[in-house]
């Protein structure tokens, strides 16, 4: 079950979605996601320091 977080400011009103599958930030004045980062496209490399996304 994915966790939602809303937060409204002055900028508009998101809501960060989290899962076990993707994590993303929607806007429901845009309806459409901001960005989305999904589990099959974005990898941590442990070669990296600090674990930097590739």
């Known amino acids: 079950m994915p966790v939602q977080l809303e937060v409204e400011s002055s900028m508009g009103r998101y809501i960060l979605i989290a899962s ?3 994590i ?4 429901s004045d845009e309806n459409k996601f901001v960005w989305r ?5 974005v990898s941590s490399d442990p070669s990296m320091p600090n674990g930097e996304l590739n």
Not at 24 to 27: A, I, M, T, V
Not at 37 to 41: F, P
């Open 24 to 27: 993303g930030l929607y806007s």
């Open 20 to 22: 076990t599958a993707s």
């Open 37 to 41: 980062i999904n589990v099959l496209t």
